[in-house]
């Protein structure tokens, strides 16, 4: 038994990780270095029969070389623990054994190697606990298992974690309830000007645990084994129009929740009537936001508030992806600006977003949709052109169509009638002008032709309309730093 | 000195005199000088003719033609040689190819191309050379006429119609234009070429069209009929490209005619270095090859295409190239050992009777020249062009040997080495 490594402090609320690994094998430490560095206890163990049980791990990396008897030993010994079970491809047998045995992940991964990904599955697995407990679609996003494992693996019973065990971090950290009539319930939010028109609020809205994912994917919730208080440093209130309050930013007076969910105390100097803000968090790797909903808000005199907000959706969160690019109207064929619009520079101003050159496109000159191009006859623009390949003939220097050389399947000379001909040695093949099948011209050239495909113009290229397509880019919350940030 | 020279001249009697400058007539410049003052003194007769029975001015003729500029490096001069042909003649085309050129010609011809209609610019990616180029260009239009000019050359004014006038007989195949020496004032060196353009070009051609043993069509400038380019099997490698599709024309039966005021002016060496290479290319490549090897059956009797006139042309080129040259050599040595005690008296009359023939030369082509101005400067060489014809002389005589014993018109870069390897070396 020993210490892979260990912080200077322990936090109790960081998950103990227990690797239970007969050769010893250097990747784990390298797996789970993020988890080190936030100051995470990681165990190893030789064998099942090495592992403490006083102090029971958040998750156990079981490496299928130790043997199964060890697994279903140290499953009974420490029962609603987490296990994944760590070996290469070729075991596959074996992880479907540990698997029905009750193990709840296979991290396929080579040992000797740097395993791509193997660092996303532990967190995904620390985050939203076992796979077998995420909805169809995680699943099937998941690297390294396959179909059948997957379909067997949804099949199983849910496992009931510590951390994931009803009630979940979120109904715990409901603020206190309050006197019903001082709440003041926080209206669906405004959607943007710009933002797609949001879905109608379900049943999904309640604060009561509920799927967080649409019900066709299965009335799943993940189990969070991390939550963090985020360390905010800066907030911002939402006009409805999706742009930055014109007010003196709220005060955090006091912080609670996960990253998904957070209780806020704000101190204002006007009437707080936000539904929307954006949070900006310190993380490992810098300043992140993220883009929260306001459900309830409780006024507490002298301008104060308790607020009660989540993680917004994706069609509400003015940093999703979708809000800062822009897009194709595939009807019109012409680009549209990002849908956060001219409220973007408010927050590029305020470092929330920061503009980029995503692409120069040639646009209509006259409609300023997109055209298709193709090389076409410089006379009338024509695409219908044909090439007339030539040979030259070294010896006698006769240059002529190929069809002049053909006699009975080999090429002879017109000219000296010399046969057979060999590339290169006695012949090469020259290209000769194109000629329009419209008008008949022959260019040595042809043009790259425009066609417009909304007004149907047709234009020489260099005619075309540059376009600079701009977007945005938001330095957004990850899944790690909700559940690992502080 | 002169009176000494005046004392030994006078002593000679007429006959010794005359056997004595027999060996003027081994250079060119005298043949020139009583060929062509006979044929100033028939054109006067002409012009008379037409003076008191005037003839009625036929219609210009003017068939659709092809301008071929094939060049190889020419991104310098394309552009301006374009712009100089280019709605020069109401019907024609211009077919530019780019032989593998790495100096951007073909994107010089193309800014042309794209504000021009009617020119066509193809590029090869390797270089083929001239004849490929000039066959690669031949394919690609179907017009009656094709004119092959240098693309460093720029044409007179009024230059191509001039040049199709012959073509209004259906026998003539082909028309040498006369190339003349653009800024022949530049250097000496050019001057000398200059004055030897005028009087072997646009008078000595002249000379040679009247009689009908005309030879050669400048590659410069020349003007071909299609179907007599079809009919003599197109361009073969050179060099002289020129000279042997002319003689092919001819072996068809076509006559070559001579428009001798369709100039174009073109560039030559301004180093007698380069000169020097250029004139060894050029009677490589010219008599022995072809007059004396390739077209030899152009003079038996018994062949179908047969005639007298290319009979007379081969036995010029064989007379003037080569047993003149022969000659003079014979004569030299003769009258070294005859007059060696002399030789400096000997030179003197030579020079002086040579001299007299090129000023003969000179008011020929001042009597027939378009500029006189111009040309009579050109002419003010005279003096000295004994000497660089007696230089030439020594290079013609190098080259023949050259080629006689080594062929070595086989191995000029002028056309690239893997063609020059496979071609038929004659």
């Known amino acids: 038994m020993k210490k892979l490594a260990e912080s200077n402090k322990r936090d109790a609320s960081l998950p103990r990780f227990l690797v239970v690994d007969p050769s010893g094998h250097d990747c784990f430490e390298e797996w789970l270095t993020p988890f080190l560095d936030l100051g995470c206890e990681v165990e190893s163990a030789r064998s099942a029969a090495e592992v403490p049980l006083e102090a029971a791990p958040d998750l156990v990396l079981y490496v299928l070389d130790a043997g199964l008897e060890g697994l279903a030993a140290l499953q009974k010994s420490l029962p609603g623990v987490n296990f994944m079970v760590v070996g290469p491809k070729r075991q596959r047998a074996l992880a479907e054994q540990a698997l029905a045995g009750g193990a709840h992940e296979w991290l396929c991964a080579e040992l000797e190697e740097e395993a791509e990904g193997a660092f996303d599955a532990i967190e995904r697995m620390l985050l939203f606990g076992p796979r077998a407990a995420l909805p169809k679609r995680r699943a099937r996003a998941g690297a390294g298992a396959s179909g059948e494992l997957l379909a067997r693996r949804e099949a199983a019973p849910e ?211 997109l055209p298709t191009f193709r090389h076409a006859c410089k006379r009338c623009g024509c695409a219908a052109l044909s090439e007339a390949r030539m040979i030259h003939h070294f010896p006698c220097a006769h240059v002529g169509p190929i069809s002049d050389y053909q006699l009975d399947g080999i090429l002879i000379c017109p000219k000296c009638a010399a046969r057979p001909l060999i590339v290169n040695s006695d012949f090469e093949y020259l290209e000769g002008p194109v000629r329009c099948g419209e008008c008949g011209a022959q260019d040595g050239q042809t043009e790259l032709i425009g066609h417009c495909f909304d007004c149907e113009l047709r234009f020489v290229a260099r005619v075309a309309t540059p376009l600079v397509l701009k977007g945005y880019d938001a330095a957004r919350l990850a899944a790690l730093d909700l559940g690992l940030s502080g | 000195m002169l009176l000494d020279w005046l004392r030994w001249i006078s002593a000679f009697r007429a006959e010794e005199l005359l056997l004595l400058l027999s060996g003027l007539l081994f250079l060119d410049g005298s043949r020139y000088a009583f060929s062509t003052l006979l044929m100033l003194a028939w054109d006067v007769v002409l012009w008379c003719r037409d003076e008191l029975f005037p003839r009625p001015e036929l219609e210009p003729y003017r068939p659709h033609i092809c301008v071929l500029l094939v060049g190889y490096n020419e991104a310098s001069t394309i552009g301006r040689t374009l712009s100089t042909v280019y709605g020069s003649y109401p019907s024609m085309e211009i077919v530019v190819v780019d032989d593998g050129s790495t100096d951007g010609m073909a994107e010089v011809a193309r800014a042309f191309a794209a504000e021009h209609a009617g020119v066509l610019v193809v590029r090869r ?302």
């Open chain 1, 159 to 369: 496992v009931e974690s510590r951390r994931s065990a009803p009630p979940p971090a979120r109904a715990a950290e409901v603020p206190p309830p309050r006197p019903a009539p001082e709440v003041t319930r926080a209206a669906e939010p405004a959607p943007a000007a710009a933002l797609p028109e949001p879905e109608p609020a379900s049943a999904a809205r309640a604060p009561e645990p509920e799927p967080a994912l649409p019900a066709e994917d299965g009335p799943i919730e993940p189990a969070p084994l991390l939550t963090r208080t985020l360390s905010i440093q800066r907030l911002y209130e939402v006009e409805p129009d999706g742009g930055p309050a014109r007010r003196p930013v709220p005060v955090v007076e006091h912080q609670s929740g996960s990253g998904e969910r957070l209780d806020l105390v704000l101190a204002c100097v006007q009437p707080f009537t936000a539904d929307t803000l954006i949070v900006g968090v310190h993380t490992p790797s810098g300043l992140h936001y993220g883009c929260y909903e306001v459900h309830a808000r409780f006024p507490l005199g002298d301008w104060r508030y308790a607020v009660e907000c989540e993680l917004a959706r994706p069609e509400r969160d003015l940093l999703a992806t979708s809000a800062l690019l822009p897009t194709l109207d595939t009807r019109t064929m012409r680009y549209r600006p990002p849908a956060i619009g001219e409220r973007a520079r408010a927050w590029v101003e305020l470092g929330v977003l920061q503009e980029r050159e995503l692409d120069r496109v040639l646009v209509c000159p006259r409609c300023q949709a």
């Open chain 2, 125 to 426: 990616e390797k270089r083929g050379g001239k004849s490929s180029g000039m066959n690669f260009g031949l394919a690609l239009t179907k017009a009656e006429v094709v004119v092959a000019i240098d693309c460093d050359s720029y044409l007179g004014e009024n230059s191509l119609e001039m040049l199709m006038q012959p073509l209004r007989d259906p026998k003539v195949g082909c028309v040498a234009g006369t190339v003349i020496v653009r800024d022949p004032h530049k250097k000496l060196i050019v001057r000398l070429q200059a004055y030897e353009y005028l009087r072997s070009i646009f008078v000595g051609r002249l000379i040679s069209a009247r009689l009908g043993i005309l030879g050669i069509a400048s590659g410069a400038y020349g003007a071909f009929r299609r179907e007599a380019i079809l009919r003599a099997n197109g361009w073969d490698v050179g060099p002289p490209e020129d000279l042997d599709l002319v003689l092919a024309i001819r072996k068809s039966g076509y006559k070559v005619a001579c428009a001798q005021y369709a100039y174009c002016f073109t560039k030559t060496p301004e180093e007698w270095k380069r000169l020097f290479k250029q004139r060894m290319r050029w009677d490589e490549s010219g008599v022995i090859r072809n007059h004396c090897r390739k077209h030899l059956d152009m003079v038996n009797p018994f062949a179908a295409h047969f005639t007298f006139s290319n009979f007379f042309l081969f036995l010029e080129q064989w007379v003037t190239n080569l047993f003149t040259l022969a000659g003079m050599w014979i004569w030299l040595v003769v009258t070294a050992i005859t007059h060696a005690d002399q030789l400096w008296n000997v030179g003197v009359t030579l020079y002086l009777g040579y001299l007299a023939c090129e000023v003969l030369n000179a008011l020929v082509i001042l009597a027939y020249s378009s500029d006189r101005e111009r040309d009579f400067r050109t002419c003010l060489v005279v003096p000295i062009s004994p000497f660089y014809q007696f230089a030439l002389l020594c290079q013609r005589t190098l080259s023949m040997f050259r080629e006689g014993l080594f062929r070595t018109s086989f191995q000029d870069n002028f056309v690239p080495k893997h063609v020059r390897d496979v071609t038929w070396h004659w």
